[in-house]
């Protein structure tokens, strides 16, 4: 037995959720990587479009969605939720499973309910060319459809590691219209550099964030796209969570806890803010950020101002960091190898709103598996760390006796990722001890910000 929760068209959310006016305090200065002073909208036009721009800081709480982009959002949208009957009968567990399922998008994972606006957002303004990164690929194939149905070209800089590891994403990439180059590359002066120092470097999103930077930066006619980590981002994945709050609604349900992978923060922030905004106001919920022991942002970095990038192009942010020139370990959840953390997660995290866990790559995919025989849904390597979180939770339930509702995002499915299910079923896959040394070097890289 599963319980599909669907929905009627009619109550997809027509505004996005801006938790900026819900934060614990005020937000910490966005500075300039150059100036090393706060930085002006007219700083950031160069990168992206005046309207995302006015999103980033807005203090608006609701803001609404155009047509243009509901329109798009209603090839998929709402997406669907599900009780996992059968995954609760196997692990003999009194708590109640629910997962919201992202993996309905065309490309297959949350990443376009950012992108959709993005690109529509970039057109309006007069965009030609967006120059983005992707780590495992879900933004890059995300942003590639986005800029088709808009008619706007593509550039994506993939990280080499996945770029080899996950073929068909660059072929989905490349399907939607896009060019997708391997990073580090030879195409900007922060690839070259990097090559210079590191001629077999895997990459890393650092890394590749720094070429698209370099990209946008030095053509009239490109902007730079952000997946995952900026205000504006966190904002357009809240349709995922008010549609779940909807979702509950209608079955007089409410969950004791939200869980999300975290990564950048994208899709935790779509799941969990809107949730954050009734925990602000008194609900009693808990919400939990699962992240990879190998890149364990939240759980083993500093809050401190950083980098967005390795070559210090970006913009200096306030966030859990491991030092812009950290190089993750080459783990199959691609999405999740960033060094540092969405400014507003990391916020909430310091304030103790958000609890954050790290778990190792073995028990993930322990959990993606077990998780796929249960439901038949084969889930991403980065969504597995929310299952792996929430069967964790299930089973405390079943040790203590209790009752519990878990809600996690199941951000997006695995067909292109089937090498690292491969891989862990022949027993090729290890976990990776946390780079403890590596990690203290590059933290004492962090930039001087008073």
């Known amino acids: 037995m599963q319980t599909k929760i669907i929905l009627p068209e009619a109550r997809i959310p027509r505004q996005w959720y801006n938790i900026i006016p819900d934060m614990p305090g005020p937000l910490a200065p966005v500075i300039h990587p150059g100036t090393m002073q706060p930085v002006s909208p007219d700083d950031l036009l160069p990168l992206f479009p005046m309207p995302l721009i006015e999103q980033e800081v807005s203090t608006q709480r609701w803001i609404d969605i155009p047509q243009e982009v509901l329109e798009i959002y209603q090839l998929w949208r709402p997406a669907p939720m599900y009780r996992a009957h059968r995954l609760e009968k196997a692990l003999a567990t009194p708590a109640k499973i629910y997962y919201k399922y992202e993996g309905v998008s065309p490309a297959g994972s949350h990443k376009p309910n950012s992108a959709i606006p993005q690109a529509y957002y970039n057109k309006i303004f ?17 942003i590639s459809l986005a800029c088709q149905m808009f008619g706007l070209e593509c550039t994506v800089y993939m990280v080499k590691v996945s770029y080899n590891q996950k073929p068909y994403r660059k072929s989905m990439m490349q399907l939607w219209g896009a060019e997708v180059i391997p990073s580090p590359s030879n195409r900007t002066n922060a690839g070259r550099s990097i090559l210079a120092q590191h001629p077999d470097s895997n990459g890393s999103l650092g890394i590749a ?26 904002l357009h994945q809240t349709i995922i969570g008010l549609e779940a709050k909807a979702q509950m609604e209608m079955i007089g349900d409410y969950p004791d806890v939200v869980i999300g992978c975290h990564g950048g923060g994208s899709n935790f922030a779509g799941i969990a803010f809107p949730f954050i905004a009734d925990k602000a106001h008194g609900k009693q919920v808990r919400v939990v950020a699962l992240e990879p022991a190998s890149c364990p942002t939240l759980t083993r970095g500093v809050y401190a101002f950083d980098y967005g990038d390795t070559a210090k192009m970006a913009p200096v942010s306030k966030m859990y960091t491991l030092g812009h020139d950290f190089m993750p370990p080459g783990i199959h959840a691609g999405g999740l190898r960033y060094h ?3 400014p507003l997660v990391s916020q909430l995290v310091h304030a ?3 609890e954050a866990r790290s778990v190792q790559q073995l028990a993930c995919f322990e959990a993606a598996v077990q998780f796929a025989r249960c439901e038949g849904i084969i889930p991403a390597p980065e969504s597995s760390h929310a299952i792996r979180g929430a069967i964790d939770e299930a089973l405390q339930a079943k040790e203590e006796g209790k009752e519990k509702t878990i809600l996690f995002n199941l951000s997006g499915h695995g067909h292109v990722d089937m090498t690292a299910y491969d891989d862990y079923l022949a027993g090729k896959l290890n976990d990776y001890e946390y780079p403890a040394e590596e990690i203290k070097e590059s933290l004492s890289h962090l930039p001087k910000v008073d």
Do not use: F, M, P
Not at 130 to 139: D, F, L, N, P, V
């Open 209 to 234: 964030i720094s070429e698209a930077v370099e990209d946008a930066a030095t053509r009239d006619d490109t902007r730079y796209a952000l997946g995952s980590v900026l205000n504006h981002v966190c």
């Open 352 to 354: 103790g709103i958000v």
């Open 126 to 142: 007069g965009t030609k060319r967006i120059a983005t990164e992707t780590g495992a690929g879900q933004w890059g194939s995300s």
């Open 340 to 342: 540092g953390a969405s």
